[in-house]
């Protein structure tokens, strides 16, 4: 199967540690986007590349969140010195920039942080 | 206030039953109107996409647009079980992010 691939599926970690979390996208798609989402709310929108470039970040990311996508392939997004509130399901998802008008975007299944 | 609302549900229908599914939204700039389903600690999947004001069908799913009312709809005909999962609406004003209502979660019974 080719779709968007994440890893791990699920992190348990401990208040102010670091955790990284890594997207594999379509293998064609240059679009990649990462969003948050808690239990009974919609994706929130964090960050997009296309390619390697990092195009639009939202304020919802604080310079604790970091996201890189080297040589424009799988992308990392590492959260440092986490915080109870961090606690969500990431979700990357990905698409073909002629297509990302259409709102075509293929959602990886996620991976869930619990920070305890 | 959230640029785009939707009603929260949740929703329970018996088989067979004509689902509507409805969001709202503030922002004008929005003009790529979408639906996904999400399925429980599952990805949401795109169901439907419609451009601008109007309607589109596929298949049992209809999706409107009202961009006069800023008021967008999914009808689901003759529901199934299957059916049942979350619906998500989602806006996007141009190629980038898209902005997603907080779900419907739909059940809809035998």
């Known amino acids: 199967d080719t779709g968007v691939s994440q890893n791990p599926r699920h992190k348990i970690t401990k208040r102010g540690q670091n955790v990284t979390f890594r997207c594999d996208p379509i293998?064609?798609?240059?679009?990649l986007y990462w969003y948050r989402q808690t239990l009974g709310q919609g994706p929130e929108f964090l960050t997009y590349f296309q390619n390697e470039a990092q195009l639009e970040k939202s304020r919802l990311l604080s310079d604790r969140f970091s996201a890189e996508r080297p040589k424009g392939s799988f992308s990392t997004l590492e959260i440092q010195r986490t915080e109870q509130g961090d606690s969500a399901m990431y979700l990357c998802?990905?698409?073909?920039?002629?297509?990302?008008?259409?709102?075509?975007?293929?959602f990886g299944e996620g991976s869930r942080l619990t920070v305890l | 206030q959230k640029e785009v609302e939707q009603d929260p549900g949740p929703l329970s229908v018996p088989e067979g039953a004509i689902v509507s599914l409805n969001c709202t939204y503030s922002?004008?700039?929005?003009?790529?109107f979408m639906w996904y389903r999400q399925y429980s600690r599952k990805g949401p999947e795109l169901l439907m996409y419609?451009?601008?004001?109007g309607n589109k069908e596929d298949g049992r799913f209809t999706a409107q647009v009202d961009k006069s009312s800023k008021y967008i709809s999914l009808f689901i005909r003759d529901s199934q079980p299957s059916d049942s999962a979350t619906y998500l609406c989602a806006m996007s004003a141009n190629a980038g992010k898209s902005t997603f209502g907080d779900g419907t979660t739909l059940t809809v019974k035998p």
């Open positions: 922002n004008s700039a929005f003009q790529y």
């Open positions: 293998s064609e798609h240059n679009r």
């Open positions: 419609t451009y601008s004001s």
């Open positions: 998802a990905s698409s073909l920039v002629l297509s990302a008008n259409t709102g075509e975007l293929f």
